[in-house]
Protein backbone atom coordinates (compact mmCIF):
# COMPACT_ATOMS: atom_id res chain seq x y z
CA UNK A 1 0.00 0.00 0.00
CA UNK A 2 1.46 3.41 -1.10
CA UNK A 3 1.29 6.02 1.86
CA UNK A 4 2.50 9.47 0.80
CA UNK A 5 4.94 11.26 3.10
CA UNK A 6 2.28 13.87 3.47
CA UNK A 7 -0.52 11.41 4.35
CA UNK A 8 1.94 9.42 6.55
CA UNK A 9 3.13 12.60 8.63
CA UNK A 10 -0.52 13.87 8.88
CA UNK A 11 -1.55 10.56 10.66
CA UNK A 12 1.17 10.26 12.92
CA UNK A 13 0.63 13.81 13.81
CA UNK A 14 -2.93 13.15 14.58
CA UNK A 15 -1.68 9.93 16.84
CA UNK A 16 0.86 11.76 18.91
CA UNK A 17 -1.87 14.39 19.52
CA UNK A 18 -4.43 11.96 21.15
CA UNK A 19 -1.10 10.43 22.94
CA UNK A 20 -0.38 13.54 23.94
CA UNK A 21 -3.31 15.39 24.92
CA UNK A 22 -3.96 13.57 28.16
CA UNK A 23 -3.38 16.26 30.57
CA UNK A 24 -4.83 18.91 28.12
CA UNK A 25 -7.99 16.93 28.10
CA UNK A 26 -8.70 16.60 31.95
CA UNK A 27 -7.48 20.56 32.20
CA UNK A 28 -10.28 21.24 29.96
CA UNK A 29 -12.86 18.66 31.79
CA UNK A 30 -12.27 19.71 35.32
CA UNK A 31 -12.22 23.62 36.80
CA UNK A 32 -8.97 24.11 38.89
CA UNK A 33 -9.54 24.60 42.79
CA UNK A 34 -10.06 27.85 43.73
CA UNK A 35 -7.66 28.14 46.50
CA UNK A 36 -4.35 27.05 46.23
CA UNK A 37 -3.29 24.09 48.61
CA UNK A 38 -0.20 23.90 50.42
CA UNK A 39 0.77 20.64 49.50
CA UNK A 40 -0.25 17.99 46.95
CA UNK A 41 -3.07 15.13 48.31
CA UNK A 42 -4.01 16.60 51.16
CA UNK A 43 -6.88 13.82 51.16
CA UNK A 44 -4.15 11.57 52.56
CA UNK A 45 -2.70 11.26 55.62
CA UNK A 46 0.24 9.38 57.22
CA UNK A 47 -0.15 5.21 57.53
CA UNK A 48 -3.95 5.88 55.61
CA UNK A 49 -5.39 2.87 53.55
CA UNK A 50 -7.09 3.82 50.66
CA UNK A 51 -9.62 1.31 49.04
CA UNK A 52 -10.78 1.17 45.29
CA UNK A 53 -14.29 -0.54 44.86
CA UNK A 54 -16.57 -0.96 41.66
CA UNK A 55 -17.21 -3.29 38.66
CA UNK A 56 -14.87 -5.00 36.15
CA UNK A 57 -13.37 -1.05 35.48
CA UNK A 58 -11.55 -0.65 38.84
CA UNK A 59 -11.19 -5.05 38.85
CA UNK A 60 -9.39 -5.24 35.46
CA UNK A 61 -8.41 -7.95 35.90
CA UNK A 62 -6.61 -8.18 39.00
CA UNK A 63 -6.19 -11.83 41.31
CA UNK A 64 -8.57 -12.67 43.80
CA UNK A 65 -6.74 -14.92 45.57
CA UNK A 66 -4.72 -13.01 47.55
CA UNK A 67 -5.55 -9.72 47.77
CA UNK A 68 -2.81 -8.14 48.70
CA UNK A 69 -2.46 -4.18 49.16
CA UNK A 70 0.07 -2.31 47.45
CA UNK A 71 0.70 -5.25 44.60
CA UNK A 72 0.44 -4.85 41.08
CA UNK A 73 -1.17 -7.92 40.54
CA UNK A 74 -3.82 -7.48 43.32
CA UNK A 75 -4.68 -4.40 41.59
CA UNK A 76 -5.03 -5.47 37.69
CA UNK A 77 -4.37 -3.16 34.81
CA UNK A 78 -6.42 -0.28 35.18
CA UNK A 79 -7.37 3.15 36.00
CA UNK A 80 -6.80 1.75 40.05
CA UNK A 81 -3.45 0.12 39.38
CA UNK A 82 -2.36 3.70 37.73
CA UNK A 83 -3.93 5.49 39.92
CA UNK A 84 -2.54 4.00 43.48
CA UNK A 85 0.83 3.51 41.83
CA UNK A 86 0.93 7.35 41.11
CA UNK A 87 -0.04 8.33 45.00
CA UNK A 88 2.98 5.21 46.34
CA UNK A 89 5.33 7.18 44.19
CA UNK A 90 3.96 10.76 45.13
CA UNK A 91 3.50 9.98 48.65
CA UNK A 92 5.92 7.43 49.59
CA UNK A 93 6.59 9.08 53.30
CA UNK A 94 2.90 8.27 53.93
CA UNK A 95 3.68 4.53 53.51
CA UNK A 96 -0.55 4.08 52.75
CA UNK A 97 -1.64 0.65 52.34
CA UNK A 98 -3.81 0.42 48.90
CA UNK A 99 -6.47 -2.17 48.50
CA UNK A 100 -8.40 -2.62 45.06
CA UNK A 101 -11.62 -4.58 46.11
CA UNK A 102 -13.16 -4.29 42.31
CA UNK A 103 -15.62 -7.38 40.96
CA UNK A 104 -16.19 -7.41 37.03
CA UNK A 105 -20.58 -7.32 36.89
CA UNK A 106 -21.62 -6.17 39.84
CA UNK A 107 -23.79 -3.81 40.64
CA UNK A 108 -24.61 -1.61 43.87
CA UNK A 109 -26.52 -4.56 45.57
CA UNK A 110 -23.52 -6.80 45.02
CA UNK A 111 -21.31 -4.62 46.74
CA UNK A 112 -23.29 -4.53 49.69
CA UNK A 113 -23.43 -8.43 49.73
CA UNK A 114 -19.79 -8.16 49.96
CA UNK A 115 -19.38 -5.26 51.83
CA UNK A 116 -18.27 -6.37 54.72
CA UNK A 117 -15.29 -8.54 53.84
CA UNK A 118 -14.43 -6.24 51.01
CA UNK A 119 -14.67 -2.63 52.79
CA UNK A 120 -15.96 -2.56 56.61
CA UNK A 121 -13.30 -5.16 57.59
CA UNK A 122 -10.37 -3.47 55.89
CA UNK A 123 -11.04 0.01 57.43
CA UNK A 124 -10.07 2.23 54.69
CA UNK A 125 -9.78 5.74 55.90
CA UNK A 126 -10.09 6.87 52.18
CA UNK A 127 -13.16 5.17 49.76
CA UNK A 128 -13.48 5.42 45.81
CA UNK A 129 -16.55 3.61 44.39
CA UNK A 130 -17.17 3.70 40.29
CA UNK A 131 -20.35 1.59 39.97
CA UNK A 132 -23.32 2.20 37.68
CA UNK A 133 -22.66 0.85 34.51
CA UNK A 134 -23.96 -2.16 35.16
CA UNK A 135 -27.02 -1.49 36.64
CA UNK A 136 -27.74 -0.23 33.71
CA UNK A 137 -26.63 -2.61 31.06
CA UNK A 138 -27.53 -5.45 32.28
CA UNK A 139 -30.97 -4.28 32.84
CA UNK A 140 -31.00 -3.28 29.17
CA UNK A 141 -29.85 -7.01 28.04
CA UNK A 142 -32.39 -7.91 30.15
CA UNK A 143 -30.34 -9.87 32.86
CA UNK A 144 -31.33 -7.36 36.06
CA UNK A 145 -34.79 -5.47 36.38
CA UNK A 146 -33.70 -2.94 38.62
CA UNK A 147 -34.47 0.61 38.09
CA UNK A 148 -32.70 3.94 38.40
CA UNK A 149 -34.06 4.66 42.07
CA UNK A 150 -33.32 1.06 43.08
CA UNK A 151 -29.44 2.23 42.17
CA UNK A 152 -29.79 5.20 44.41
CA UNK A 153 -31.34 3.92 47.07
CA UNK A 154 -29.25 1.21 46.87
CA UNK A 155 -26.53 3.53 46.80
CA UNK A 156 -27.63 5.76 49.51
CA UNK A 157 -28.38 2.66 52.16
CA UNK A 158 -24.59 1.50 50.98
CA UNK A 159 -23.00 4.77 52.35
CA UNK A 160 -24.86 5.36 55.13
CA UNK A 161 -24.01 2.16 56.91
CA UNK A 162 -20.43 2.97 55.38
CA UNK A 163 -20.60 6.31 57.48
CA UNK A 164 -21.82 4.75 60.56
CA UNK A 165 -19.26 2.05 61.02
CA UNK A 166 -16.75 4.24 59.60
CA UNK A 167 -17.53 7.71 60.91
CA UNK A 168 -14.24 9.68 59.64
CA UNK A 169 -14.14 8.10 56.46
CA UNK A 170 -13.49 9.99 53.39
CA UNK A 171 -15.71 9.19 50.26
CA UNK A 172 -14.74 9.66 46.40
CA UNK A 173 -17.76 9.01 43.95
CA UNK A 174 -17.15 8.32 40.51
CA UNK A 175 -19.04 8.96 37.85
CA UNK A 176 -20.25 6.13 35.57
CA UNK A 177 -19.72 6.87 32.20
CA UNK A 178 -19.93 5.32 28.67
CA UNK A 179 -18.42 6.21 25.42
CA UNK A 180 -20.35 6.85 22.13
CA UNK A 181 -19.31 5.31 18.81
CA UNK A 182 -17.72 2.02 19.97
CA UNK A 183 -18.99 -1.94 19.66
CA UNK A 184 -21.60 -1.70 22.37
CA UNK A 185 -22.45 2.22 22.99
CA UNK A 186 -25.05 3.87 20.73
CA UNK A 187 -27.19 6.76 21.02
CA UNK A 188 -29.65 5.19 22.31
CA UNK A 189 -27.31 4.80 26.24
CA UNK A 190 -27.55 8.58 26.14
CA UNK A 191 -30.66 9.45 28.13
CA UNK A 192 -31.09 6.58 30.81
CA UNK A 193 -27.26 6.83 31.84
CA UNK A 194 -28.18 10.22 32.11
CA UNK A 195 -30.17 9.61 34.94
CA UNK A 196 -27.77 7.21 36.61
CA UNK A 197 -25.47 9.95 36.39
CA UNK A 198 -27.87 12.40 37.92
CA UNK A 199 -28.51 9.79 41.00
CA UNK A 200 -24.51 9.33 41.64
CA UNK A 201 -24.26 12.85 41.27
CA UNK A 202 -26.84 13.35 44.02
CA UNK A 203 -25.63 10.79 46.10
CA UNK A 204 -21.96 12.47 46.01
CA UNK A 205 -23.65 16.02 47.43
CA UNK A 206 -25.85 14.43 50.23
CA UNK A 207 -22.91 12.83 51.69
CA UNK A 208 -20.33 15.72 50.39
CA UNK A 209 -17.75 13.52 48.78
CA UNK A 210 -15.26 14.32 45.79
CA UNK A 211 -16.83 13.77 42.78
CA UNK A 212 -14.59 12.76 39.23
CA UNK A 213 -16.38 13.69 36.51
CA UNK A 214 -15.27 10.73 34.34
CA UNK A 215 -18.19 11.50 31.19
CA UNK A 216 -16.84 14.72 30.82
CA UNK A 217 -13.49 13.84 30.53
CA UNK A 218 -14.47 10.94 28.00
CA UNK A 219 -16.70 13.33 25.94
CA UNK A 220 -13.48 16.12 25.84
CA UNK A 221 -11.36 12.86 24.64
CA UNK A 222 -13.57 11.77 21.80
CA UNK A 223 -12.50 15.26 20.14
CA UNK A 224 -9.05 13.64 20.06
CA UNK A 225 -9.24 10.39 18.84
CA UNK A 226 -12.18 8.17 18.50
CA UNK A 227 -14.11 6.13 21.04
CA UNK A 228 -13.11 3.22 20.45
CA UNK A 229 -9.48 4.42 21.29
CA UNK A 230 -10.00 5.43 24.72
CA UNK A 231 -12.60 2.24 24.87
CA UNK A 232 -13.56 -0.34 22.63
CA UNK A 233 -16.21 -1.32 23.60
CA UNK A 234 -17.79 1.87 25.16
CA UNK A 235 -17.58 0.98 28.72
CA UNK A 236 -14.28 -0.72 29.10
CA UNK A 237 -11.19 1.17 29.27
CA UNK A 238 -8.35 0.85 26.96
CA UNK A 239 -4.96 1.57 27.76
CA UNK A 240 -5.25 5.31 27.22
CA UNK A 241 -8.47 5.25 28.81
CA UNK A 242 -6.83 3.92 32.08
CA UNK A 243 -4.58 6.58 31.85
CA UNK A 244 -6.93 9.18 31.15
CA UNK A 245 -9.01 8.07 34.03
CA UNK A 246 -6.37 7.65 36.15
CA UNK A 247 -5.52 11.14 35.53
CA UNK A 248 -8.58 12.20 36.40
CA UNK A 249 -8.88 10.91 39.34
CA UNK A 250 -5.68 12.36 40.63
CA UNK A 251 -6.88 15.65 39.53
CA UNK A 252 -10.33 15.24 41.62
CA UNK A 253 -8.78 13.98 44.82
CA UNK A 254 -5.67 16.75 44.79
Excluded at 189 to 203: D, F, L, R, S, T
Excluded at 216 to 230: L, Q, T
Amino acid sequence: MNISRRNFLSRSAVGTAALASIPAIVSASIAPANKKKSKKYNLFQQGNTVLFQGDSITDAGREKEKELPNNSRSFGSGYAFLAASALMNDLAELNLTLYNRGISGNKVYQLADRWQKDCLDLKPDVLSILIGVNDYWHKRNGNYDGTVEVYENDYRTLLQLTKKELPDIKLVICQPFYVLNTSAVDETWVAPMKEYQAAAKKIAKEFDTIWVPFQEVFDEAVKYAPGAYWAGDGVHPSMAGAQLMAETWLRAVE
